[in-house]
């Protein structure tokens, strides 16, 4: 389970972190550099939203720069918006998944192309990792003359010549008529996965307010329960997140894994607060009661795996 000592042994002091990766002791704690690289991996994905900010919590650790709760300057988080095998073991996880588009009234492209994480759950992995644990988010971009943005939905894009046989694919609606390509046509598999790394940037700039205190993580309560989530004093809060209610490997109906994952960031008057639950499907709504400092209490109703923000104004009485 993630909140296993074993776990926990890599976040609890600096040395423990430094030796989760040789190469802190090859360049003397020195220098150190990292990328968190997020690939989604298998088709059950949700969990590695835990598994990444814990990954990036450590590295800061390690680093020991600066405060908890801000990022060293050479921790950078990178994100790919598609699923991918990393295990030659696995196969290709996007063999027989095809892209349709309908191309004006000619006729439809079709392309096999790899599946694309839920956006919204992608927004929440960028903001509250790449630009809350990490110093920004690097964007994964494989575009290339044939996969460009284009400008015009009624043609397309030429297919890559170098691509094996039947991964772009011209049905007309009237044999023989060919398909509508030009460089200014649309590429062939949607591109929306590009647009959440700028809306995870919109949403973080509206938190600069408080830019350069740290984030802290939230106390709060499911609605009615009376049960408060309390944030550890270990650096452990993330891993009992993940190994909430049903923990993160259960596979069966009904089950849960883990819970929301909440933070906040204060400076002078100023508030602000996030809730992000990674591992909930679309139409799954609850009630939470955030609660940062003790005089705010903010009642949100959390859609899915839909980030939540807050910008907010402590009064003191």
Known sequence: MPNNALFKSKILSVDGARQTCSYF?????????????????????????????????????????????????KLIYLDWGKIEALDPN??????????????????????????????????????????????GYMVFDVRSQYDQYGTNPNEVKAGDPNAPVGTWTWQPKVANTPAPITSAGYPTEPCRWHDAGF????????????????WQYCRYQFKDTGVWVEPKTDGTTILEHASAFDGPYVNTPNARRGRPDAMYRIKENAVDVWVFDPSRGKNSYETLILNPVPNVMIEVNVQGSKLALFNTVQFFF
């Open 25 to 73: 002791s090859i360049l003397k704690n020195k220098g150190v550099g990292a990328i968190i690289k997020h690939y989604a991996d298998t088709p059950d994905y949700a969990s590695r939203y835990y598994n990444k900010a814990f990954a990036a919590e450590v590295m800061a650790k390690g680093m020991d720069e600066t405060r908890p709760g801000i990022a060293p300057s």
């Open 90 to 135: 696995d196969g290709n996880l996007h063999t027989g998944y095809i892209y349709n588009r309908t191309v004006g009234t000619l006729g439809t492209l079709k392309t096999d192309r790899h599946p694309q994480v839920d956006y919204d759950w992608q927004v929440g992995n960028i903001f509250c990792i790449g630009f809350c644990r990490t110093i």
């Open 199 to 214: 809306e995870a940037a919109y949403y973080y700039a509206q938190c600069a307010r408080t830019e350069g205190t740290p």
